[in-house]
Protein backbone atom coordinates (compact mmCIF):
# COMPACT_ATOMS: atom_id res chain seq x y z
CA UNK A 1 0.00 0.00 0.00
CA UNK A 2 1.16 3.48 -1.05
CA UNK A 3 1.57 6.53 1.74
CA UNK A 4 -0.97 7.87 -0.07
CA UNK A 5 -3.90 5.31 -0.08
CA UNK A 6 -2.94 4.77 3.66
CA UNK A 7 -3.23 8.45 3.98
CA UNK A 8 -6.14 8.13 2.39
CA UNK A 9 -7.92 5.14 4.55
CA UNK A 10 -7.18 7.18 7.76
CA UNK A 11 -9.03 10.29 6.50
CA UNK A 12 -11.81 8.40 5.17
CA UNK A 13 -12.06 6.67 9.02
CA UNK A 14 -11.79 9.87 10.83
CA UNK A 15 -14.13 11.24 9.23
CA UNK A 16 -17.65 12.40 11.32
CA UNK A 17 -20.51 10.17 9.97
CA UNK A 18 -18.98 6.86 8.45
CA UNK A 19 -18.07 4.24 10.51
CA UNK A 20 -17.08 1.08 10.08
CA UNK A 21 -19.85 -0.24 7.98
CA UNK A 22 -20.00 2.59 6.10
CA UNK A 23 -16.46 2.56 5.84
CA UNK A 24 -16.84 -1.12 4.12
CA UNK A 25 -19.60 0.10 1.55
CA UNK A 26 -18.00 2.94 0.49
CA UNK A 27 -14.74 0.91 -0.54
CA UNK A 28 -16.80 -1.62 -2.12
CA UNK A 29 -18.63 0.80 -4.11
CA UNK A 30 -15.53 2.95 -5.19
CA UNK A 31 -12.74 1.02 -5.25
CA UNK A 32 -9.88 2.98 -3.29
CA UNK A 33 -10.03 5.59 -0.57
CA UNK A 34 -9.41 8.50 -2.94
CA UNK A 35 -12.73 8.08 -4.98
CA UNK A 36 -14.39 7.20 -1.58
CA UNK A 37 -13.45 10.83 0.01
CA UNK A 38 -14.50 12.27 -3.02
CA UNK A 39 -17.84 10.67 -3.41
CA UNK A 40 -18.31 12.01 1.15
CA UNK A 41 -17.75 15.13 0.00
CA UNK A 42 -19.74 15.19 -2.98
CA UNK A 43 -23.00 13.36 -0.84
CA UNK A 44 -26.21 15.90 -1.76
CA UNK A 45 -27.15 14.99 1.63
CA UNK A 46 -24.03 16.63 3.40
CA UNK A 47 -23.63 13.68 6.15
CA UNK A 48 -19.80 13.39 6.13
CA UNK A 49 -17.87 16.32 7.71
CA UNK A 50 -14.66 15.23 6.05
CA UNK A 51 -11.83 15.13 8.00
CA UNK A 52 -9.26 17.80 7.82
CA UNK A 53 -6.42 16.36 5.70
CA UNK A 54 -3.64 17.91 7.66
CA UNK A 55 -4.33 16.83 10.96
CA UNK A 56 -4.84 13.24 8.98
CA UNK A 57 -1.22 13.57 7.67
CA UNK A 58 0.21 14.75 11.25
CA UNK A 59 -1.51 12.10 13.10
CA UNK A 60 -0.20 9.37 10.32
CA UNK A 61 3.35 10.91 10.62
CA UNK A 62 3.39 10.92 14.21
CA UNK A 63 2.75 7.38 14.70
CA UNK A 64 5.62 6.41 11.91
CA UNK A 65 7.48 8.57 13.74
CA UNK A 66 6.92 6.68 17.06
CA UNK A 67 7.89 3.40 15.02
CA UNK A 68 3.97 2.23 14.82
CA UNK A 69 2.82 0.91 11.50
CA UNK A 70 -1.34 1.17 10.26
CA UNK A 71 -3.16 -1.79 10.00
CA UNK A 72 -5.77 -1.16 7.28
CA UNK A 73 -8.57 -3.27 6.74
CA UNK A 74 -9.12 -5.38 4.04
CA UNK A 75 -4.98 -5.64 3.53
CA UNK A 76 -2.57 -8.67 4.36
CA UNK A 77 -1.60 -7.42 7.48
CA UNK A 78 -4.67 -6.84 9.00
CA UNK A 79 -5.43 -9.35 11.73
CA UNK A 80 -8.08 -11.99 10.18
CA UNK A 81 -10.10 -12.87 12.58
CA UNK A 82 -10.99 -9.32 13.43
CA UNK A 83 -12.05 -8.69 9.70
CA UNK A 84 -15.06 -11.06 10.49
CA UNK A 85 -16.53 -8.80 12.54
CA UNK A 86 -19.21 -7.12 10.64
CA UNK A 87 -18.46 -3.64 12.67
CA UNK A 88 -14.18 -4.20 12.51
CA UNK A 89 -12.29 -1.09 12.86
CA UNK A 90 -11.23 0.23 9.30
CA UNK A 91 -7.64 1.06 10.66
CA UNK A 92 -5.93 0.25 14.14
CA UNK A 93 -2.67 2.16 15.09
CA UNK A 94 -0.09 -0.79 16.10
CA UNK A 95 3.39 0.12 18.08
CA UNK A 96 5.78 -3.02 19.00
CA UNK A 97 6.08 -6.54 17.53
CA UNK A 98 3.10 -6.68 15.04
CA UNK A 99 4.28 -10.87 14.27
CA UNK A 100 2.26 -11.39 17.09
CA UNK A 101 -0.90 -10.54 15.38
CA UNK A 102 -1.51 -13.54 13.18
CA UNK A 103 -1.03 -15.90 15.79
CA UNK A 104 -2.91 -17.98 18.25
CA UNK A 105 -4.93 -15.68 20.75
CA UNK A 106 -6.46 -16.07 23.76
CA UNK A 107 -8.13 -13.13 25.74
CA UNK A 108 -8.10 -13.38 29.47
CA UNK A 109 -10.30 -10.39 31.06
CA UNK A 110 -11.63 -9.54 33.91
CA UNK A 111 -12.72 -7.70 37.14
CA UNK A 112 -10.63 -4.63 37.86
CA UNK A 113 -11.12 -4.76 41.30
CA UNK A 114 -9.70 -8.61 41.32
CA UNK A 115 -8.46 -10.35 44.70
CA UNK A 116 -5.18 -11.59 44.94
CA UNK A 117 -5.79 -14.81 44.23
CA UNK A 118 -7.11 -14.01 40.84
CA UNK A 119 -5.02 -12.11 39.84
CA UNK A 120 -2.20 -14.74 40.76
CA UNK A 121 -4.46 -17.33 38.79
CA UNK A 122 -4.67 -14.69 35.86
CA UNK A 123 -0.90 -14.01 35.46
CA UNK A 124 0.02 -17.90 36.27
CA UNK A 125 -2.42 -19.10 33.78
CA UNK A 126 -1.15 -16.39 31.24
CA UNK A 127 2.76 -17.02 31.69
CA UNK A 128 1.85 -20.30 31.05
CA UNK A 129 -0.28 -20.17 27.63
CA UNK A 130 2.37 -17.84 26.64
CA UNK A 131 4.86 -20.39 27.09
CA UNK A 132 2.64 -22.80 25.12
CA UNK A 133 3.20 -20.05 22.27
CA UNK A 134 -0.56 -18.54 22.40
CA UNK A 135 -0.36 -14.82 22.67
CA UNK A 136 -2.45 -13.42 25.64
CA UNK A 137 -4.57 -10.40 24.74
CA UNK A 138 -6.27 -8.31 27.25
CA UNK A 139 -7.60 -4.40 27.56
CA UNK A 140 -4.65 -3.10 30.07
CA UNK A 141 -6.89 -2.21 32.42
CA UNK A 142 -6.48 -2.60 36.43
CA UNK A 143 -7.03 -5.86 37.82
CA UNK A 144 -7.20 -8.84 35.80
CA UNK A 145 -5.93 -7.48 32.78
CA UNK A 146 -3.04 -5.81 34.51
CA UNK A 147 -1.71 -9.59 35.91
CA UNK A 148 -2.64 -11.36 32.18
CA UNK A 149 -0.18 -8.55 30.66
CA UNK A 150 2.46 -9.01 33.63
CA UNK A 151 2.75 -13.00 33.20
CA UNK A 152 2.77 -13.20 29.43
CA UNK A 153 5.07 -10.23 28.95
CA UNK A 154 8.01 -13.14 30.61
CA UNK A 155 7.67 -14.72 27.23
CA UNK A 156 7.33 -11.39 25.23
CA UNK A 157 3.48 -12.87 23.91
CA UNK A 158 0.80 -9.88 25.00
CA UNK A 159 -1.70 -8.06 22.96
CA UNK A 160 -3.12 -4.71 24.75
CA UNK A 161 -5.94 -3.48 23.48
CA UNK A 162 -6.04 0.32 24.74
CA UNK A 163 -9.04 2.54 25.16
CA UNK A 164 -7.88 5.82 24.34
CA UNK A 165 -5.50 6.58 21.97
CA UNK A 166 -1.63 5.18 20.89
CA UNK A 167 0.11 7.74 22.97
CA UNK A 168 -2.04 8.07 25.70
CA UNK A 169 -1.32 5.74 29.19
CA UNK A 170 -4.80 4.42 30.67
CA UNK A 171 -4.62 3.93 33.92
CA UNK A 172 -1.73 6.13 34.40
CA UNK A 173 -0.53 3.32 36.63
CA UNK A 174 -0.05 1.27 34.31
CA UNK A 175 2.47 3.60 31.98
CA UNK A 176 5.26 1.58 32.88
CA UNK A 177 3.63 -1.54 31.49
CA UNK A 178 2.15 -0.16 28.48
CA UNK A 179 6.00 1.03 27.21
CA UNK A 180 6.83 -2.27 28.50
CA UNK A 181 4.44 -4.34 26.19
CA UNK A 182 5.38 -1.67 23.03
CA UNK A 183 9.03 -2.81 23.70
CA UNK A 184 8.72 -6.51 23.59
CA UNK A 185 4.50 -7.12 22.55
CA UNK A 186 2.12 -5.13 20.72
CA UNK A 187 -0.43 -2.03 21.36
CA UNK A 188 -3.08 -1.77 19.60
CA UNK A 189 -5.36 1.55 19.25
CA UNK A 190 -8.85 2.28 17.28
CA UNK A 191 -8.69 6.29 18.41
CA UNK A 192 -6.66 9.25 17.30
CA UNK A 193 -3.51 9.97 18.95
CA UNK A 194 -4.53 12.36 21.74
CA UNK A 195 -7.71 10.58 22.40
CA UNK A 196 -8.30 10.67 26.03
CA UNK A 197 -10.51 7.04 26.95
CA UNK A 198 -14.09 8.07 27.75
CA UNK A 199 -16.77 5.25 28.67
CA UNK A 200 -17.97 4.89 25.52
CA UNK A 201 -14.27 3.63 24.13
CA UNK A 202 -14.78 0.54 26.20
CA UNK A 203 -17.52 -1.07 24.70
CA UNK A 204 -15.23 -0.62 21.45
CA UNK A 205 -12.06 -1.58 23.10
CA UNK A 206 -13.89 -4.56 24.11
CA UNK A 207 -15.13 -6.47 21.28
CA UNK A 208 -11.66 -5.90 19.80
CA UNK A 209 -10.53 -7.84 22.10
CA UNK A 210 -12.63 -10.47 21.43
CA UNK A 211 -12.80 -9.96 17.77
CA UNK A 212 -8.72 -10.91 17.82
CA UNK A 213 -8.92 -14.17 19.86
CA UNK A 214 -10.59 -17.69 18.86
CA UNK A 215 -11.25 -17.80 23.00
CA UNK A 216 -12.17 -15.39 26.01
CA UNK A 217 -11.19 -16.80 29.66
CA UNK A 218 -12.85 -14.83 32.17
CA UNK A 219 -11.34 -14.48 35.80
CA UNK A 220 -13.85 -12.68 38.31
CA UNK A 221 -16.43 -10.59 36.98
CA UNK A 222 -19.47 -9.37 38.62
CA UNK A 223 -23.19 -8.89 36.73
CA UNK A 224 -23.40 -6.19 34.61
CA UNK A 225 -19.77 -5.48 34.03
CA UNK A 226 -17.61 -5.07 30.75
CA UNK A 227 -15.98 -8.33 31.35
CA UNK A 228 -19.11 -10.14 30.74
CA UNK A 229 -19.98 -7.61 27.40
CA UNK A 230 -16.52 -8.98 26.14
CA UNK A 231 -17.15 -12.58 26.89
CA UNK A 232 -20.61 -11.97 24.80
CA UNK A 233 -19.35 -10.30 22.01
CA UNK A 234 -16.90 -13.24 21.56
CA UNK A 235 -20.09 -15.78 21.89
CA UNK A 236 -21.97 -14.11 19.34
CA UNK A 237 -18.49 -14.18 17.00
CA UNK A 238 -18.23 -18.13 17.82
CA UNK A 239 -15.00 -17.68 19.84
CA UNK A 240 -14.76 -20.30 22.35
CA UNK A 241 -15.92 -18.68 26.07
CA UNK A 242 -14.28 -19.95 29.41
CA UNK A 243 -14.55 -19.07 32.80
CA UNK A 244 -12.78 -19.61 36.45
CA UNK A 245 -14.85 -20.45 39.20
CA UNK A 246 -15.07 -18.55 42.10
CA UNK A 247 -16.36 -18.58 45.68
CA UNK A 248 -20.21 -18.30 45.70
CA UNK A 249 -19.52 -15.92 48.29
CA UNK A 250 -17.37 -13.09 46.53
CA UNK A 251 -19.32 -10.55 44.25
CA UNK A 252 -16.60 -10.55 42.18
CA UNK A 253 -17.23 -14.25 40.62
CA UNK A 254 -20.92 -14.36 40.03
CA UNK A 255 -20.61 -13.14 36.69
CA UNK A 256 -18.00 -15.44 35.86
CA UNK A 257 -19.80 -18.21 37.56
CA UNK A 258 -22.81 -17.81 35.42
CA UNK A 259 -21.02 -18.19 32.58
CA UNK A 260 -20.16 -21.55 33.48
CA UNK A 261 -24.20 -21.98 34.47
CA UNK A 262 -24.52 -20.97 31.02
CA UNK A 263 -22.39 -23.53 28.69
CA UNK A 264 -18.66 -21.93 29.28
CA UNK A 265 -15.78 -24.04 29.44
CA UNK A 266 -14.79 -24.85 32.93
CA UNK A 267 -11.43 -23.51 33.66
CA UNK A 268 -8.44 -23.93 36.38
CA UNK A 269 -5.24 -23.47 34.22
CA UNK A 270 -3.87 -23.14 30.64
CA UNK A 271 -3.99 -27.16 30.53
CA UNK A 272 -8.03 -26.66 30.34
CA UNK A 273 -7.77 -23.87 27.28
CA UNK A 274 -5.22 -25.63 25.26
CA UNK A 275 -7.17 -28.78 25.57
CA UNK A 276 -10.42 -27.10 23.74
CA UNK A 277 -8.96 -23.81 21.90
CA UNK A 278 -9.02 -24.23 17.99
CA UNK A 279 -5.50 -24.49 16.79
CA UNK A 280 -6.19 -22.01 13.63
CA UNK A 281 -9.68 -20.20 13.00
CA UNK A 282 -10.03 -21.89 9.76
CA UNK A 283 -10.30 -24.92 11.72
CA UNK A 284 -13.97 -23.44 12.88
CA UNK A 285 -16.30 -23.51 11.05
CA UNK A 286 -18.58 -20.78 13.19
CA UNK A 287 -15.78 -18.21 12.29
CA UNK A 288 -17.75 -16.16 9.42
CA UNK A 289 -19.18 -13.26 9.70
CA UNK A 290 -22.26 -13.05 11.73
CA UNK A 291 -25.66 -11.88 9.99
CA UNK A 292 -27.51 -9.08 10.99
CA UNK A 293 -30.32 -9.99 13.17
CA UNK A 294 -32.23 -6.99 12.47
CA UNK A 295 -34.14 -5.90 8.71
CA UNK A 296 -32.21 -4.69 6.44
CA UNK A 297 -32.34 -0.52 6.41
CA UNK A 298 -30.70 2.27 4.84
CA UNK A 299 -27.32 3.48 7.05
CA UNK A 300 -27.88 6.09 9.73
CA UNK A 301 -24.86 8.62 9.62
CA UNK A 302 -24.86 10.50 12.95
CA UNK A 303 -22.57 12.34 14.39
CA UNK A 304 -20.19 11.29 17.11
CA UNK A 305 -22.09 14.58 19.29
CA UNK A 306 -25.61 12.92 18.92
CA UNK A 307 -24.21 9.24 20.69
CA UNK A 308 -25.90 10.28 23.93
CA UNK A 309 -28.82 10.98 22.11
CA UNK A 310 -28.86 8.16 20.34
CA UNK A 311 -28.47 5.81 23.57
CA UNK A 312 -31.40 7.40 25.15
CA UNK A 313 -34.03 7.24 22.17
CA UNK A 314 -32.99 3.43 22.35
CA UNK A 315 -33.29 3.32 26.30
CA UNK A 316 -37.53 4.71 25.87
CA UNK A 317 -37.77 1.67 23.97
CA UNK A 318 -36.64 -0.89 26.59
CA UNK A 319 -38.92 -1.23 29.71
CA UNK A 320 -38.59 -3.18 32.73
CA UNK A 321 -40.57 -6.02 31.04
CA UNK A 322 -37.91 -8.21 28.73
CA UNK A 323 -37.86 -7.69 25.49
CA UNK A 324 -36.19 -9.47 22.31
CA UNK A 325 -33.01 -7.20 20.96
CA UNK A 326 -34.58 -7.76 17.86
CA UNK A 327 -37.70 -5.96 18.43
CA UNK A 328 -36.03 -2.93 19.99
CA UNK A 329 -33.71 -2.99 16.71
CA UNK A 330 -36.34 -2.87 14.40
CA UNK A 331 -38.58 -0.23 15.85
CA UNK A 332 -35.55 2.25 16.56
CA UNK A 333 -34.18 4.54 13.77
CA UNK A 334 -30.83 3.25 13.34
CA UNK A 335 -28.49 0.96 11.45
CA UNK A 336 -28.02 -2.40 13.18
CA UNK A 337 -24.16 -1.44 14.01
CA UNK A 338 -25.04 1.58 15.53
CA UNK A 339 -27.74 0.42 17.84
CA UNK A 340 -25.70 -2.39 19.24
CA UNK A 341 -22.95 0.32 20.08
CA UNK A 342 -25.35 1.84 21.88
CA UNK A 343 -26.94 -0.94 23.73
CA UNK A 344 -23.16 -2.03 24.98
CA UNK A 345 -22.89 1.80 26.01
CA UNK A 346 -25.94 1.28 27.76
CA UNK A 347 -25.42 -2.21 29.21
CA UNK A 348 -22.08 -0.82 30.56
CA UNK A 349 -23.37 2.15 32.17
CA UNK A 350 -25.94 -0.74 33.78
CA UNK A 351 -29.01 1.12 32.69
CA UNK A 352 -29.92 -2.46 31.19
CA UNK A 353 -29.57 -5.54 31.22
CA UNK A 354 -28.64 -8.39 29.63
CA UNK A 355 -31.05 -11.78 30.02
CA UNK A 356 -30.77 -15.63 28.16
CA UNK A 357 -32.33 -15.93 24.87
CA UNK A 358 -31.21 -12.63 23.31
CA UNK A 359 -33.71 -10.62 25.26
CA UNK A 360 -32.78 -7.36 27.30
CA UNK A 361 -34.84 -5.21 30.18
CA UNK A 362 -34.65 -1.85 32.02
CA UNK A 363 -32.13 -1.95 35.17
CA UNK A 364 -32.84 -0.13 37.92
CA UNK A 365 -29.23 0.36 39.18
CA UNK A 366 -27.43 2.82 37.53
CA UNK A 367 -23.64 3.19 37.34
CA UNK A 368 -20.89 5.71 36.76
CA UNK A 369 -20.78 6.30 33.06
CA UNK A 370 -17.75 8.09 33.21
CA UNK A 371 -14.28 6.61 33.12
CA UNK A 372 -13.62 2.90 33.97
CA UNK A 373 -11.26 2.21 35.99
Known sequence: MTPADSLARLRLARTEGIGPQTFRRLMARHGNAAQALRA????????????????????HEAVLAMGGIWLHIGTPAYPPLLALLDDAPPVLAALGNAALLPSRQVALVG???????????AEDMAEALAEAGVTVTSGLARGIDTAAHLGALRCGRTIAVIPGGLDVAYPPENRDLQDRIADHGLLLAEAPLGTAPLARHFPKRNRIVAGLSLGIVVVEAAPRSGTLITARLGAEAGREI??????????????????????????E???????????????VPLFTPRPSRARARAPTHAPVAREESRASGLLALIGPTPVAVDEVLRRCHLSAPDARAALLE????????????????????????????
Open 40 to 59: AAADPDRRFALADPGAVERE
Open 269 to 283: GAADILATLPVTAEA
Open 242 to 267: YAVPGSPLDPRCQGSNDLLRHGAHFC
Open 346 to 373: LELAGLIEALPGNRIMRSGIQRETHLEA
Open 111 to 121: ARNASAGGRRI
